[in-house]
Nanobody, 113 residues
Framework: QVQLVESGGGLVQAGGSLRLSCAASENIFSIDFIGWYRQASGKQRELVAASTSGNTIYADSVKGRFTMSRDNAKNTVYLQMNSLKPEDTAVYYC????????WGQGTQVTVSS
């Protein structure tokens, strides 16, 4: 069983930056798919960024503003979010697929206009 713990959310003004962290309970080097999702109030959960098979993919809405990175030595993945917009407001979740999908508890990101 993989445990994921997100941190780094908070309140920021539009145009600001935040860095989210996701600490995994096992070696992320062996995880085929690990990514960030978000869910805004009243909306479906959506993929933001993911690392899989050596590639990193991004949702069109965050390309050029968000960057996902991973530190295998710390078993941690990050999501650097720049030029934040009010529409980025959501609960952000880390997810990992190891036979099944595991989710973190989520971290709230609120961007004020």
């Amino acid at each position: 069983q993989v445990q994921l713990v997100e941190s780094g959310g908070g309140l920021v003004q539009a145009g600001g930056s935040l860095r989210l962290s996701c600490a995994a309970s096992e070696n992320i080097f062996s995880i085929d798919f690990i990514g960030w999702y978000r869910q805004a109030s009243g909306k479906q959960r959506e993929l933001v960024a993911a690392s899989t098979s050596g590639n990193t993919i991004y949702a069109d809405s965050v390309k050029g503003r968000f960057t996902m990175s991973r530190d295998n030595a710390k078993n941690t993945v990050y999501l650097q979010m720049n030029s934040l917009k009010p529409e980025d407001t959501a609960v952000y979740y880390c997810a990992a697929v190891v036979v099944q999908t595991y989710w973190g508890q989520g971290t709230q990101v609120t961007v004020s206009s």
